[in-house]
């Protein structure tokens, strides 16, 4: 028996469009196979039933010591190791508490001072002498040796100061 050639004349329900509306998707529910019967709204009861918080296993901390890439000095972690990462310690992992971040609409404030610009896909940033110019489209710096360099500002991941 189809769907579009059902009566509902047989069925024990009231004849109202929510009563058939339910009785329609308790026959698709029952015609689908098991997995799409969970994507099926269940009736709504009178008595709410909380379901138990699903818990995921706690992840194992493991302490390890390891090397600064930068200062040369011993610490311990309990980060999970990285492959491409090298390790630093806290304080050479700590952002420099002097640098301010220089976004289009406030290069202008700090023109006239040095700036560090990062570039995606360059490990190492640039160091500017002074920025001449940050807009939507692109970044102009006076580089070290003096040369005005333009980059695109769709690559500039930050410029400090």
Same mark, same amino acid.
Not at 35 to 60: D, G
């Given at each position: 028996?189809?769907?579009?050639?059902?009566?509902?004349?047989?069925?024990?329900?009231?004849? /109202?469009?929510?009563?058939?509306?339910?009785?329609?998707?308790?026959?698709?529910?029952?015609?689908?196979?098991?997995?799409?019967?969970?994507?099926?709204?269940?009736?709504?009861?009178?008595?709410?039933?909380?379901?138990?918080? @699903? /818990?995921?296993? $706690?992840?194992?901390?493991? $302490?390890?010591?390891?090397?600064?890439?930068?200062?040369?000095?011993?610490?311990?972690?309990?980060?999970?190791?990285?492959?491409?990462?090298?390790? !630093?310690?806290?304080?050479? $992992?700590?952002?420099? @508490?002097?640098?301010?971040?220089?976004?289009?609409?406030?290069?202008?404030?700090?023109?006239?001072?040095?700036?560090?610009?990062?570039?995606? +896909?360059?490990? @190492?940033?640039?160091?500017?002498?002074?920025? /001449?110019?940050?807009?939507?489209?692109? !970044?102009?710096? /006076?580089?070290?040796? +003096?040369?005005?360099?333009?980059?695109?500002?769709?690559?500039?991941?930050?410029?400090?100061?």
């Amino acid at each position: 028996m189809t769907t579009a050639r059902f009566s509902h004349s047989q069925c024990p329900h009231p004849s /109202t469009k929510a009563a058939r509306a339910k009785c329609r998707a308790a026959l698709r529910a029952a015609a689908a196979p098991a997995n799409e019967a969970l994507k099926v709204k269940a009736a709504k009861s009178p008595v709410a039933v909380a379901a138990a918080p @699903e /818990t995921a296993p $706690a992840p194992v901390v493991v $302490a390890r010591e390891e090397t600064c890439t930068k200062c040369g000095e011993a610490y311990v972690t309990t980060a999970p190791e990285a492959v491409d990462v090298d390790p !630093l310690c806290d304080p050479c $992992a700590a952002p420099a @508490e002097s640098a301010v971040e220089i976004t289009p609409e406030t290069w202008r404030e700090h023109k006239d001072q040095s700036a560090r610009i990062y570039v995606a +896909g360059v490990e @190492e940033p640039f160091e500017a002498v002074c920025i /001449t110019g940050y807009s939507i489209k692109f !970044l102009q710096f /006076t580089d070290a040796e +003096g040369k005005r360099q333009r980059i695109p500002a769709s690559t500039v991941e930050r410029v400090t100061v």
